[in-house]
């Protein structure tokens, strides 16, 4: 039950794209399409930005979206913005009804 | 709107016990299970448990299975919360979440709960 593997810092300008990939094994991310990432700022609760590897809730800007390839997701986030500066989570179902997170991707936007 | 609102900071001493509430409004509360997550201090997220609001039934994290009891009371719409042995270690920001349908993640979450345990 190690944490899924995330890098632990990302960064881009304005109006440019970055990518946080989140790695697991045949077991999570690659066993099942119940991928999830949750975007958090400083002293607030996570915020779910995808679901389900590729599918975003109501509210999400369509500048976030998902994949996955083998065991590995990516949380792609295009044009942006400063309030996109946070912390980023992946989850994954792990199979008997338990939850992996990874260990957190901080992003700045420089 | 779908709220959780969690109960106040706790602070308690090593090998006690701490209770935490997270009363659910807004949406039929049977209907979705509740997870609780928790963050250390300046570490990462750490998916404790479930708990099924309509039948009681639970899952842990293998590292607290045994020292924690999730509970629901569905008269109130409240999910319950309980580690015991308390340790230093587990000073933690403590966190309800509700599940989407099956385990495609977490959509609304509660404003989370400070536990610091302490001598």
């Known amino acids: 039950q190690s944490a899924l593997t995330q890098p632990p810092s990302a960064s881009g300008s304005p109006g440019q794209s970055v990518t946080i990939s989140c790695t697991g094994t045949s077991s999570d991310v690659g066993g099942y399409n119940y991928v999830s990432w949750y975007q958090q700022h400083p002293g607030k609760a996570p915020k779910l930005m995808i679901y389900?590897?590729?599918k975003r809730p109501s509210g999400v800007p369509d500048r976030f979206s998902g994949s996955k390839s083998g065991n590995t997701a990516s949380l792609t986030v295009s044009g942006l913005q400063a309030e996109d500066e946070g912390d980023y989570y992946c989850?994954?179902?792990?199979?008997?009804?338990?939850?992996?997170f990874g260990g957190g991707t901080k992003l700045t936007v420089l | 709107q779908v709220q959780l609102v969690q109960s106040g900071d706790e602070v308690k001493k090593p090998g006690a016990s701490v209770k935490v509430s997270c009363k659910a409004s807004g949406y039929t509360f049977e209907n979705h299970g509740i997870s609780w997550v928790r963050q250390a201090p300046g570490q990462g997220l750490e998916w404790m448990g479930w708990?099924?609001?309509?039948?009681?039934?639970?899952y842990f994290a293998q590292k607290l299975q045994g020292r924690v009891t999730l509970t629901t009371d569905t008269s109130t719409n409240t999910a319950y919360m309980e580690l015991r042995s308390l340790r230093s270690d587990d000073t933690a920001v403590y966190y309800c979440?509700?599940?989407?349908?099956?385990?495609?993640?977490?959509?609304?979450w509660g404003q989370g709960t400070l536990v610091t345990v302490s001598s």
């Open positions: 979440a509700r599940d989407f349908p099956g385990w495609g993640g977490f959509d609304y």
């Open positions: 708990i099924s609001a309509s039948s009681g039934n639970t």
């Open positions: 989850s994954s179902y792990e199979g008997s009804n338990t939850v992996l």
């Open positions: 389900e590897v590729s």
